[in-house]
């Protein structure tokens, strides 16, 4: 095959299919992994890509051109950030390796390290002038790099360093190759990006409740069970607004969705500032929210509904306003169970429930505790 269509053609189609691979990489699998395998499948990754790409350049034209070796990292760093910046500082080395592997000279070679250093200038530049992952940012560094470095220092004619002054022929190849990664990158950005988008906006509304931007039931069984497994004993509180049926029926709709929306607010706020334990807030449907608190040893269990009761205080004292100005007063009940790894889900949201119950008969504005042994002498 000839030397200008590798150059010109192929390696370009081969960077923007592993440019394909990538998005749906970093945006659809990788989300799925524990940071160590996340780490772990990009290097692989990469490491396969830029042998080939490397393999391909050298092998079939002659230069390793570091504009093509770089296009994969450049990518890479533009759109996943701290993965990006982790490859940009593997590049040289993976490359020159290659080349030994290839039966090149030992040598660690100027033109990569120089491609290297303009690369990571011109970085910094691109993100100044457009955003992060743009296609605009791509094309400014692609156009400075691929095409603006080799003409410039062909007719210079001072630096001698290998595929940046390269023969006018390959610098006209390198263009060409250039152009048509940057407009099927552009096709396929704007494209896959739109189909991604949607992605993630139905993945977000499976996960998380539209009113109060709090993780829904489902959220909230798959972190219970994750927390259990990882994060040792667990608490799981149950709170509901009380007499909400009558907030709606007097005020309406609109100022009942007000009021789930500030005790959202208010747990959320709550537990993100909670020094003692780790917490996160769920609605777990209708007017009823859940915190899950995990890492709880059974002997500090008490503490956890100290402050619970504390929060419940503190809330029923605040006013509350209706979209129509008048100022009401909200109280929730609360009902809370201790969760020991090893048992099964729903008994202890049964168990949570039926504490909540037990508030409600009572009196409201309450916590109240379901008595089980397995809590070391916890009691209600």
């Not at 490491?47 to 002659?62: G, K, N």
């Not at 040289?92 to 100027?110: A, D, E």
């Not at 409740?209 to 972190?223: A, C, I, K, P």
Request: charge should be neutral.
């Amino acid at each position: 095959m000839p030397g200008y269509i590798t150059i010109a053609v192929i390696i370009p189609l081969v960077i923007t299919a592993f440019i394909m691979g990538n998005y749906t990489l970093y945006e659809r699998t990788l989300v799925k992994h524990s940071w160590p395998w996340q780490f772990l499948i990009v290097t692989v990754v990469f490491l396969v890509q830029e042998y080939v790409i490397t393999f391909m350049s050298y092998q079939l034209a002659d230069y390793c051109f570091y504009q093509y070796v770089i296009a994969i990292l450049m990518y890479n760093l533009l759109n996943t950030g701290v993965y990006g910046a982790y490859m940009a500082c593997l590049t040289p080395f993976v490359v020159n390796s290659c080349l030994v592997l290839m039966g090149s000279r030992p040598v660690i070679y100027q033109s990569l390290w120089v491609g290297w250093l303009l690369f990571m200038l011109v970085t910094v530049l691109g993100s100044r002038l457009a955003s992060r992952g743009s296609t605009i940012s791509m094309t400014i560094q692609m156009l400075i790099l691929n095409i603006g470095g080799p003409y410039v220092m062909y007719w210079l004619n001072e630096i001698d360093v290998t595929t940046l002054n390269v023969p006018i022929h390959h610098a006209v190849e390198l263009t060409c190759g250039t152009l048509l990664i940057l407009v099927v990158y552009r096709y396929f950005f704007e494209q896959e990006l739109l189909n991604i988008n949607l992605y993630k906006q139905a993945y977000h509304n499976s996960l998380f409740d539209e009113l109060t931007g709090l993780g829904n039931y489902r959220s909230l069984v798959d972190y219970t069970e994750q927390a259990a497994t990882w994060e040792g004993d667990v608490a799981i509180a149950v709170i509901d607004v009380d007499r909400f049926k009558s907030v709606n029926d007097r005020y309406g709709h609109v100022t009942g969705n007000l009021a789930l929306q500030y005790l959202a607010n208010f747990l959320a706020a709550a537990m993100q500032n909670e020094k003692h334990v780790n917490a996160r807030v769920f609605r777990y449907g209708g007017e009823e929210f859940c915190i899950v608190f995990t890492n709880v040893r059974a002997e500090r269990f008490h503490e956890v509904v100290d402050r619970l009761k504390t929060y419940q205080r503190i809330f029923a004292a605040q006013p509350f306003f209706t979209h129509q100005g008048e100022r009401l007063r909200l109280t929730f009940s609360a009902g809370i169970t201790f969760w020991q790894a090893g048992e099964k889900l729903g008994p202890v949201f049964e168990r949570a429930d039926q504490a909540l119950y037990s508030a409600k008969r009572h009196g409201r504005n309450q916590v109240r505790i379901f008595n089980q042994p397995q809590a070391k002498g916890v009691a209600e």
